[in-house]
Nanobody, 122 residues
Framework: QVQLVESGGGLVQTGGSLRLSCAAS????????IGWFRQAPGKEREGVSC????????YYADSVKGRFTISRDNTKNTVDLLMNNLKPEDTAAYYC???????????????WGQGTQVTVSS
């Protein structure tokens, strides 16, 4: 059974940084792409970034390119999302999910964690 647990959210000022971490267990070879998604109040969940098991392929949403970096440590079964130069529009609940391919679509991911809140004050 796949279990994902997010951590690292918090309140930060504009321009600040946060590192989110997704601890994964029970991930199968067929669904070992880990993705970070976010959902702001009243909006749909959107893909932020994802990474393959070997870290040889990644995806970043245009809105976070150059500011966010995804990384994976298979020895610790964690996928981190380093978020720099945060903006108020980054405010959202962030979730990680397990999927079978690198894509921005949440429909290709499942086994969601409980989420971690990121709030960026202006």
């Amino acid at each position: 059974q796949v279990q994902l647990v997010e951590s690292g959210g918090g309140l930060v000022q504009t321009g600040g940084s946060l590192r989110l971490s997704c601890a994964a267990s029970g991930v199968t070879p067929e669904h070992n792409v880990i993705g970070w998604f976010r959902q702001a109040p009243g909006k749909e969940r959107e893909g932020v970034s994802c990474i393959t098991s070997s870290s040889d392929n990644t995806y970043y949403a245009d809105s976070v390119k150059g500011r966010f970096t995804i990384s994976r440590d298979n020895t610790k079964n964690t996928v981190d999302l380093l978020m720099n130069n945060l903006k108020p529009e980054d405010t959202a609940a962030y979730y990680c999910g397990a999927g079978g391919r690198v894509t921005r679509s949440q429909n290709d991911f499942s086994s969601w964690g409980q989420g971690t809140q990121v709030t960026v004050s202006s």
